[in-house]
């Protein structure tokens, strides 16, 4: 699994996709950080990283699919899946090693982003006039967030050879499970219902971890999404044995 891991993650660093991903990330945060007069902390007055916060889970809802279209996609297009899959690796190996190195590359995006903290810190009236507690869970959850598109973007490219279409796959499963489930609970249709039905979607449980309370439920949840989807990529993998 390392192997591959090391391999997948060099690949990335070798190439524009890596370098790209992490430079349009830092550039939009930065701009609505610290440039666009609607979203600047200069202008609003308050320590917080807020404008962050919410600019990002939109950001990696289509550069995390950047990053994995190629995955699997590019392996069966290229023919070399069948080689891979004659290496004493098991898919379970295979399938974790490419996972951890996109996810890996999504984290080294958001790494830098912590010098906007501490660029805030110092910056508060008094300095260190800022909630550290929110701003660590809002992290998490970040993290947990890249983690399950990863895993989304990892079974779209399993899907299919063609990157494009792994690509669109993967953003609009990311968009369907981050905001779909609030889209459809607005619905006045469900009654007391929507309440539940909100606790289906990702941005339910990002935005309570990123209150700065960590529940055991919310967390339960994130790793319950990357199991689902890493298993049915498993599954996927497996099919060529049927």
């Not at 202008?43 to 994995?68: E, K």
């Not at 701003?135 to 063609?162: K, Q, R, W």
């Not at 499970?177 to 929507?194: C, H, M, N, R």
Request: glycine letters at 8%; one cysteine or more; a negative charge.
């Amino acid at each position: 699994m390392l192997a591959i891991l090391s391999k997948e993650f060099n690949s990335y660093l070798n190439s524009l996709i890596g370098y790209i991903v992490i430079g349009v990330f830092l550039v939009a945060t930065g701009l609505f950080m610290w440039v666009f007069p609607d979203s600047s902390v200069l202008d609003y007055g308050y320590a917080d990283l807020q404008s962050v916060f919410l600019l990002a889970p939109w950001l990696f809802l289509f550069l995390i699919p950047a990053i994995t279209m190629r995955a699997f996609a590019e392996e069966r297009k290229g023919g070399t899946m069948e080689l891979l899959l004659t290496k004493p690796l098991s898919d379970t190996q295979l399938l974790l090693g490419k996972y951890f190195a996109c996810l890996l590359l999504a984290l080294f995006a958001l790494l830098p982003s912590l010098l906007y903290y501490v660029s805030v810190y110092q910056l508060g009236d008094p300095v260190g006039n800022i909630d550290s507690a929110a701003v660590a869970g809002s992290y998490l959850g970040l993290v947990f967030l890249a983690a399950v598109f990863v895993a989304m973007g990892i079974f779209a490219s399993s899907l299919t050879e063609n990157q494009i279409v792994a690509f669109i796959l993967a953003v609009f499963l990311c968009y369907l499970v981050y905001t779909g489930f609030d889209l459809l609970a607005s619905i006045d249709a469900w009654g007391t219902a929507s309440y539940y039905i909100a606790q289906l979607g990702i941005s339910y449980h990002y935005s309570s971890i990123s209150k700065g309370l960590i529940d055991s439920r919310d967390v339960l949840y994130f790793l319950s999404v990357i199991t689902v989807m890493l298993l049915g990529t498993k599954l996927v993998l497996e099919s060529r044995k049927w």
